[in-house]
């Protein structure tokens, strides 16, 4: 049975990209997206996802603060990949102490058209090893 996967971007074209990324792997199943914290939350519900992908920098209810509310409401895993969470950033280091399993930093900001080339083998080998996948 394959391993369910939200993800939580506030950019359309980020969510395709990340969607594609996780899609390719046949033990991985994207069951919903969302385009901010809040909403983020019901799918949460929604869909219990074994693992969330959640940006940092979204309208209506950043990442930080949908991280620490999810702990309420999912079991989930939740990696972080976002723009703003480069290593050892103030954002990637909260994020670890609310409990992310991994931080991702985009590679090229907000608009990473060139995810899945630059980062998308650590988006899936992070999701493989948060669920215990070899």
Known sequence: M???????????VM??????IVSADPDLEVVGTAA??????????QHSPDVILLDIEMPEMDGLECLKR?????????IIVSSV???GSPQALQARRDGAADVIAKP??????DLADK????????????????
Not at 2 to 12: C, E, N, Q, R, T
Not at 108 to 113: D, F, Q, T
Not at 119 to 134: F, Q, S, T
């Open 2 to 12: 394959a391993k369910k996967v939200l993800i939580v971007d506030d950019s359309f």
């Open 108 to 113: 090229s900001g907000a608009m990473s058209l």
């Open 85 to 87: 969470a480069q290593t």
């Open 70 to 78: 999810l702990r309420l409401v999912s079991k989930a895993k939740v």
């Open 15 to 20: 969510r395709t990209l990340i969607k594609d």
């Open 36 to 45: 901010n914290g809040k909403l983020a939350l019901e799918a949460a519900k």
């Open 119 to 134: 980062k998308g083998h650590d988006i899936v080998k992070a999701v493989r090893l948060a669920v215990g996948l070899r």
